[in-house]
């Protein structure tokens, strides 16, 4: 017998800036430090990517600690790190980084994406790796669109798409290093969907267009509330869209370590912090230009 999770928090997704980007930060958020492990969650664009205006290119930078994710919705990017890889994202596919003890990586769009014009619109999100994973070597996990496992609701409404973790017997193909759920789903009008979440696992449901119902009770919109984080028990959601909508959907077993973060570093404590400056200063995360 299915029991919903309880709902914990409602938030909107306020927009900050960061450098010449203005993107949407729904966590951390007012109230919300993490959803353990998830650290950060940015929805970017959509924006209009042309020759004269491209403010998401983002330069050669470092990460250490944890696991930096993006799920591309809408565009191209170009992927390149201190480990050799040079991918290209297209809309629906995602690159996973486990940064562990230190990579270095850019990301743009392509140049062909630019000269051509389009939108391009993705989530960005930090997952956090426990004390005994932080100095792991780093690593880089690619899939296209057509390459991520998909199951659809008996209303043949909804496309869920599994990134990584499971629904039921269907596994998505990411490694992970702990255990979490990444799921991306598409719902047409009136579509309806029950997701299986694990009772020990911290979750959350955010809106990046359409409108929702949660569980029977709650709206998601576009422009209002955008994300909802449940409680541990129960082990359903219920959505239910009002019109044509896209949702990401995350859970995983809280790590429930400290947290010392400063800008790209994520450790546990600021004397590995300052190991890591010291560490990327001095060439250890390897070299890109």
């Known amino acids: 017998m299915t029991k919903l999770k309880n709902i914990q928090h409602k938030v909107s997704s306020p927009l900050v800036n960061m450098g010449p980007i203005r993107l949407r930060q729904p966590l951390p958020t007012q109230g919300i430090e993490n959803v353990d492990p998830f650290l950060l969650l940015h929805h970017y664009g959509p924006y209009a990517i042309s020759e004269f205006n491209n403010p998401f290119d983002l330069g050669p930078h470092p990460h250490r600690g944890f696991e930096p994710i993006t799920l591309l919705f809408k565009g191209e990017q170009l992927h390149r790190d201190s480990l050799g890889n040079e991918m290209v994202v297209k809309a ?42 932080k ?23 909804v496309q ?16 992970t290093q702990t255990e979490v759920n990444v799921f991306t789903a598409k719902a047409d009008k009136q579509g309806e969907i029950e997701i299986k979440i694990p009772e020990n696992h911290q ?22 509330n955008q994300m909802i984080t449940f409680h541990e028990e129960g082990d359903t959601i219920q959505l239910k869209a009002d019109i044509e909508s896209t949702l990401l959907i995350l859970s995983g077993i809280p790590i ?29 995360m390897g070299y890109l230009y």
């Open 203 to 224: 979750s959350l449901v955010y809106l990046l267009d359409g409108e929702v119902l949660v569980n029977h009770k709650e709206v998601l919109q576009k422009g209002a």
């Open 92 to 133: 629906g596919g995602v690159q996973w980084t486990t940064a562990g003890r230190g990579i270095i990586h850019a990301e743009a769009p392509t140049k062909e994406f630019v000269k051509k014009g389009g939108d391009l619109e993705g989530i960005q999100l930090w997952l956090n790796l426990p004390a005994k994973h």
């Open 256 to 284: 429930k370590e400290k947290v010392t973060q400063y800008g790209p570093y994520v450790m546990n404590t600021q004397t590995e912090i300052l190991e890591a400056m010291r560490d990327y200063q001095q060439g250890k």
């Open 135 to 157: 100095m792991i070597p780093p690593n880089y996990q690619h899939l296209e669109d057509e390459e991520i496992p998909k199951i659809f609701s008996d209303d043949k409404k």
């Open 160 to 175: 869920l798409n599994i990134v990584a973790g499971n629904q039921g017997d269907v596994f998505g193909k990411i490694q």
